[in-house]
């Protein structure tokens, strides 16, 4: 088996995807025989709720920070192979205030270390701000995606993550930057693909549509290549997955 990689899908601006990536990745990687965990940080719970999380006992963040909480035991099956779900929970909006409590910013990546007897992948999606858990997150995450609509509200936000990535001391070359929600019919989406800045040269070749179908996730309650396989939205997350397995350690051997 494979040792554990942890990919993270981050941004510190809202509403650009990230979510949507995150599921449509993990279910990927599930579909292609890896045991997957998708683990919801963002407290807003839509990952959860794309794989259709029950209702169940609420986390006490506080204990799982100190431990005292097996970490194990939130952990849910879904109903597609190999994928599994810690489920968001309205308490772990104090998980920020909660860490700074924690010497360092291992704490992320110590509540992780049990899983790796479980799982070949852990994928993380983040509340977009930075904060002391987005140091954990960048200590604990082999790779992160950052999905970038094409504008330059959305660039100069990348600009403060990947300044903030540096400072703490992580390789950019770690940063995966992609274009998401990309509207063909936008003239700026469509320069800057054509030009894009030479800040985003690592970025993925892959680029997100907007599209409704993405949008039909809520409605489905699951991820676009369970229902539309073949729709060009989920031909790009199919090829986005294969870009960033190529950019895991683990699974570019």
Known sequence: MR?????ALYHLKGGVGKTAAAVNLAYLAARDGYPTLFWDLDPQGAGSWYLEAEAWEAIDADQL??????????????RFENLSLMPADFSLRYLDILLRKVQGNDALKRLLAPFREMFTLVVLDCPPSLSHLAANIFAAADAVAVPIVPSHLSLRAFDFVHEEYKAQGHKPRRLHPFFSMVDRRRRLHNELLVDAPKRLKRRLGTSIPYASVIERMGQERAPVGSFAPRHPASLAYEALWQELK????????
């Open 3 to 7: 040792a554990m990689q942890t990919l």
């Open 65 to 78: 920070v100190k431990g005292t909480l097996a970490v194990g035991r939130l952990v849910r099956p879904t």
């Open 246 to 253: 190529q950019r895991l350690p683990e699974f570019s051997n």
